[in-house]
């Protein structure tokens, strides 16, 4: 079985937060298994049965005799993983279905306060590319590369889906600022500060358009899980650009 390592254990130090590098050998393999040329991801699996399903960035180039994943730093918390530990690592064959809709619910209030966080969402979704029930870890602004986690409180129409095309997302209040519930409304492009009744809980369901999931680089060298923002509501884009 493989085992993994954090990405300061690679020869460059530093990887994608959304996803891991595998052996060329097991990288090949899997695309040689996909029925066509979409993004790979694997189902990773911890000696307790916990799951993960996780996109695979690519191969490393480390010349390594043992069969290693290296992997982001949260996905060590997510699964209780300690370094040089063994997983079951398998990868995802069946087709996914697509996302449609997704409740979550950010742990602490300050993930939603930067002036850039929706556009931080929807890109940080796309990278990540599949989406499960359970706790949800992403980088929503780039310039800060903080990990913001959240709770996928339900996902429709499965457990573990893509997040490829229109999403609908409903964000709910933050789990450290328990109020009273109180519904409004505001556009996707009002800033946070200037929501009315910011305080208070509101519901919204705003598409968020994800790119479809790009197709994988040609060769070369080189789940059930674990088990709650301010909402708005306003008018979807789709991914041709109309409103």
Not at 226 to 236: E, I, K, L, N, Q
């Amino acid at each position: 079985m493989p085992i993994v390592y954090p990405y300061t254990f690679s020869s460059e130090g530093t990887g994608p937060w959304w996803g891991i590098r595998c052996s060329t050998r097991f990288y090949q393999d899997t695309v040689r298994k996909l029925d066509d040329s979409a993004r790979c991801f694997v189902y990773m699996t911890n000696i307790r049965g916990e799951t993960l399903a996780i996109a695979i960035e690519g191969p490393y180039t480390d010349n390594v005799t043992e069969d290693v994943v290296f992997i982001p730093s949260w996905v060590f918390e997510r699964l209780t993983l300690s370094e040089g530990e063994e997983i079951i690592m398998e990868p995802i064959l069946e087709q996914l279905p697509k996302g449609e809709a997704i409740t979550i619910k950010p742990l602490t209030g300050s993930t939603v306060e930067g002036p850039m966080f929706l556009e931080g969402l929807t890109e940080a979704l796309n990278q990540l590319g599949v989406i499960q029930e359970g706790i949800l870890s992403a980088i929503v602004d780039p310039s800060l590369p903080e990990l913001h986690q959240f709770v996928v409180e339900s996902l429709t129409p499965n457990s573990v889906c893509l997040a490829d095309g229109e999403l609908r997302v409903e964000l709910e209040r933050a789990l450290d600022r328990p109020v009273t519930p109180v519904t409004t409304s505001v556009t996707a492009s009002e800033p946070l500060s200037e929501i009315p009744n910011a305080p208070v809980a509101e519901e919204f369901a705003p598409f968020i358009p994800i790119a479809p999931i790009a197709p994988i680089a040609p060769l070369a060298p080189l789940v059930p899980l674990a088990s709650g923002v301010v909402p708005f509501s306003g008018r979807g884009r789709r991914l041709d650009g109309k409103h």
